[in-house]
């Protein structure tokens, strides 16, 4: 039986990070929303973190959830919004802070004697982000630590498994926030740490068995880690019951069609190449609103696939490499679309087909470990993630054939420039932006008037938050040259360097 933490997720923008820290530890935890919890359901869990929230837990419209109930069946760590949650619904209460708490803060005291704080002393630095505070604790609490401005920074129920601190042990900035998710994640909870890319084989394999049974299923191919990985996955599941189908929607890297078909050559794949480009060009002609272009191709792409599963004689699932924070993105726990993914939110009733996503609870650098741990090549495993809708959401404005073709030029000339130079493994993420302006250049002794690209390129780890790369200025002239003097149509290169937040990492 797996072992898991459930964070219940109220809205805070630093939830999936509570998830990151714990599976660092080796430890499986699933998030759901704040009123999911499967009460009656519980196999396996064996502690329950609460997230932060943007809202007072004194509001009328608060996310609640029934602290006493969970209390009673499981150790809960509350954060935040979490612990406020704790206090004010147990008796204690909670004000509007005189000024927003916001920033670094030092541990004045420390109960180090408390399982929580063990190995943490007074001094530690953590990281406060609320504008509500707790003014008086239930009878049956007690601190645990306090900095100079607030006095229950943590705190504890003498007679429950209850913990709650003030402050957010998941962010970088809390220096003790590992070893107090940790203490309470294997202290408190008794987690065994013995999650890892292997045993996520092993389980989701198992797993996929008994979903799938005898059934057949078609996977989009993408091209990218997450589809490839998990085809692999599914081919080591169900073997040659699976049916892979890459489309070409016509607005792939230069070249991508065929080389991506060829890579798969060397994992055992069943892999049917479709050209669909034609049809992907006519619905979108015309198209300049991202939301509707991520729609209409993933619309496409679920109308390709139709076509193609019923080649497939008796076909009952379409799989897809959905990952986490596609799903994050997608739709947050108060309802608001970032942006659409064309591989979340379901299937039309009329495909009759079911979906399956056997990465759907991992992040991209636990897919990367999966991968490897398939013995998949590492040039597949490294690639850079790539949009399902391609090239589509990096050209600003309506979709052409020609913008295509500038596009795949340009950002050909910078993917392997980043390769050539030993910097493409350094960044998470690159590519370039058509912009929708043109600009007046000198060519030669004539004046030219053409448009201009973005480069884009990015750090992170899991794509949740991302920071601009800070390339060598010698290797952006040198590609902004290169791209100039090649590719037709274009005479001017700017370079992003936009952070995310607030920024996203594409454009659209």
């Known amino acids: 039986m797996q072992e898991k933490i459930i964070i219940l997720d109220f809205g805070s923008q ?8 714990v599976r660092e530890l080796n430890i499986y935890c699933e998030i759901i929303p704040y009123n999911k919890f499967p009460f009656g359901d519980e196999e396996g869990i064996i502690g329950v973190i609460l997230s932060g929230s943007p809202l007072s837990v004194y509001d009328k419209d608060a996310f609640r959830v029934d602290i006493t109930r969970l209390a009673a069946a499981y150790p809960l760590l509350g954060i935040c919004y979490g612990a406020q949650l704790m206090a004010y619904t147990l008796g204690g209460n909670v004000e509007p802070a ?22 943490i002393d007074a001094g530690a630095q953590v990281w406060m982000s609320h504008g509500d505070t707790i003014t008086a604790l239930p009878d049956d609490f007690k601190v645990l630590a306090s900095t100079p401005e607030v006095r229950f920074a943590a705190f ?34 008794g987690a065994h740490c013995t999650w890892s890319a ?74 049917v190449g479709v050209d669909a480009s034609a049809r992907f060009f006519k619905d979108l ?21 139709d076509e193609e599963a019923h080649k497939i004689e008796d076909v009952r699932w379409l799989a897809q490499g959905t990952i986490y924070p596609d799903c994050i993105e997608s739709l947050s726990i108060t309802g608001t679309v970032i942006k659409s993914h064309h591989n ?28 490897r741990a398939l013995g998949m090549p590492e040039h597949l495993i490294s690639r850079h993630p790539f949009p399902g809708p391609g090239l589509a959401v990096r050209i600003l404005g309506d979709i052409t054939p020609e913008k295509v073709r500038i596009l795949q030029e340009a950002d ?47 750090t992170s780890t899991d794509a949740m938050t ?3 790369a800070h390339l060598p200025y010698e290797f952006l002239a040198g590609v902004s040259n290169e791209i100039i003097r090649k590719v037709r149509g274009v005479n001017r290169v700017c370079y992003d360097i936009s952070s995310k937040p607030p920024a996203t990492i594409e454009w659209e």
């Open 14 to 21: 630093t939830t999936q990070l509570i998830a990151r820290r």
């Open 466 to 468: 991302a920071d601009w």
């Open 285 to 305: 002609e015309g198209v300049t609103d991202p939301e509707k272009k991520r729609k209409i191709i993933g619309a496409d792409f679920i109308k390709v696939f």
């Open 98 to 119: 005189p000024t927003r708490e916001y920033g670094r803060a030092c541990l004045a005291e420390v109960d180090s004697d408390d399982l929580l704080f063990k190995g």
């Open 198 to 271: 292997e045993s996520f084989i092993d389980s989701t394999v198992d797993e996929l068995r008994r979903q799938l049974g005898n059934d057949k299923v078609v996977l989009g191919l993408s091209g990218g880690v997450d589809s490839s990985v998990a085809a692999v996955l599914l081919n080591r599941a169900i073997g040659s019951r699976l049916t892979c189908i890459f489309v070409d929607h016509g607005m792939l890297r230069k070249d991508e069609f065929t080389s991506v078909l060829r890579d798969y050559e060397c994992l055992g794949l069943n892999v």
């Open 344 to 371: 979340v939110g379901g299937l039309p009733e009329k495909m009759n087909l079911r979906l399956c996503e056997p990465l759907r609870l991992l992040f991209k650098d636990e897919v990367r470990a999966v991968g």
């Open 156 to 189: 504890r129920s003498t007679t429950r498994r209850m913990w709650g601190v003030q402050f957010h042990p998941e962010v970088f900035h809390s220096t003790c926030g590992m070893d107090l998710l940790r203490n309470f994640a294997v202290s408190i909870c």
């Open 412 to 458: 050909h000339i910078f993917i392997q420039g980043l390769r050539d130079s030993g910097l493409y493994d350094k960044v998470w993420q690159a590519g370039v932006i058509l912009l929708p302006v043109q600009s007046v250049g000198v060519m030669g002794d004539e004046r030219t008037y053409e448009r201009a690209v973005a480069l884009r390129a990015v």
